[in-house]
């Protein structure tokens, strides 16, 4: 009977402590567990930041490209700068340059925005790492904190203090499992340490990146206002000559016909943005000048040609205005357009208002433009200042309405305003 309740007394010790050592090995296991959720974390960001890189990396070779193609053109262009029965083909020369700076543009806006879009993840990712080394530190901390207060305890004689030699096997299984952990805990420590300090590494070097794009971006638009200035002096000094005039209308047209394309291509492109951006149109349309301009050059129409002098079809009406005057958006949308075409429009933009309507505003003031493609505008929202860039005689608005793709008298958007014009019976 005694030995019987020894026997029961040894299998309770015993089922104790190796419930015990489950336990504790369980509580180990989730502090094993945590920092491989957190390398998971960082490997999600890992894959983002990878995908932003390689796209950084297509931008930087297209941006190389275009610098080649752009350097041709030059080459090309000084061939010609001596021979003045060749100034049609210069002006077509700098109107490819200039369709590639503006290329060159939106390629370094693309990397700054990327970049942005990298430092962002690459924050994220420091913030993730920085709070898998505190934690474990922490784990750290408490393993020193904890064989400290064990005095000088070993492990060595944990296993010596067996009672037999099943207790033996149990205190050597837990022995184990406390030295893979102590181990763990300090090569944790040590990956998370080198984590922080590889992330910090290359969001400095993406913030450093970033930085020289925007100055890039600077340089570029310096550029571009001295090469819009370059071709418009010989836009305006081709208009004197009688006998370029009809070359020029003709690629005023061939420019105009591959905008249109342009801006129904753009305009599919964005059809998605359009239908979400929250914008409103607001009411009716508002005039797009001040109400003391209301003198029309010209109408919607057939009219007179101010280069050739010959009778031709106007897409649109002019409406002439003091240069620096304010153009304002006549209603609310989506910026689809925002460019300089030498041979036709100038400086202008086109707003895309939904429902298939569409407006373009040209000639304005050389670097006056205040919106690019995809901002979302209110209306009488500023676009830009009147000016005389492109095929233009004088300063004025050329304003376009379309309605699904078809060109409709801008006129009939404002039934209050009295208009004036000599063409007018």
């Not at 100055?215 to 570029?220: F, I, K, N, T």
Request: hydrophobic share 40%; charged share 25%; net charge negative.
């Amino acid at each position: 009977m005694k030995t019987n309740q020894t026997q029961k007394k040894h299998h309770k010790h015993i089922d104790w402590r190796r419930v015990f050592v489950t336990v504790l090995a369980i509580i180990m296991l989730l502090s094993l567990l945590l920092p491989l959720l957190s390398s998971a974390m960082l490997n999600a960001h890992a894959v983002t930041q990878s995908e932003l890189k390689n796209q950084i990396s297509g931008l930087k070779d297209d941006a190389s490209a275009a610098a080649e193609r752009k350097k041709e053109l030059q080459q090309q262009l000084q061939a010609l700068e001596k021979d003045e029965k060749k100034a049609m083909e210069r002006h077509a020369i700098l109107a490819q340059q200039l369709s590639e700076l503006e290329g060159q543009i939106a390629n370094t806006q693309a990397q700054i925005d990327t970049y942005a879009a990298l430092i962002a993840e690459q924050e994220i990712a420091l913030a993730d790492a920085q709070a898998a080394e505190n934690q474990a530190y922490e784990r750290f901390c408490q393993r020193a904190r904890s064989m400290e207060e064990s005095g000088t305890i070993s492990y060595w004689s944990v296993l010596f203090s067996a009672s037999d030699f099943s207790d033996l096997l149990d205190r050597l299984a837990l022995v184990d499992q406390i030295m893979e952990y102590d181990n763990t805990v300090v090569d944790t420590l040590a990956e998370a340490r080198q984590q922080v300090e590889n992330t910090l590494a290359e969001l400095n070097d993406s913030k450093s990146q970033l930085d020289e794009q925007m100055a890039q971006l600077d340089l570029q638009r310096v550029e571009q206002s001295a090469k819009v200035e370059e071709a418009q002096s010989l836009m305006d000094e081709l208009k004197t000559q009688a006998d370029k005039a009809e070359a020029l209308v003709k690629a005023e047209e061939a420019e105009q016909a591959k905008i249109e394309k342009e801006i129904a291509k753009k305009e599919k492109a964005l059809e998605e943005l359009i239908r979400a951006a929250n914008f409103t149109t607001g009411s009716g349309y508002a005039y797009p000048l001040p109400s003391n301009y209301t003198y029309l050059s010209s109408l919607f129409g057939p009219r007179e040609h101010p280069i050739t002098h010959k009778w031709h079809n106007h897409t649109g009406m002019d409406i002439p205005a003091a240069g620096g005057t304010k153009v304002t958006a006549v209603q609310g949308g989506v910026v689809i357009t925002s460019s300089y075409a030498p041979n036709s429009y100038g400086e202008y933009v086109v707003i895309s208002h939904g429902n298939g309507v569409t407006t373009l505003y040209a000639h304005m003031q050389r670097g006056s433009r205040k919106v690019k493609e995809g901002d979302i505008v209110s209306q009488g929202q500023t676009l830009g200042l009147v000016g005389s860039t492109g095929s233009s005689t004088g300063n004025h608005l050329h304003l376009e309405y379309k309605v699904n793709g078809v060109r409709e008298d801008p006129m009939k958007l404002f039934p209050a305003v009295k208009f004036t014009s000599s063409w007018f019976k």
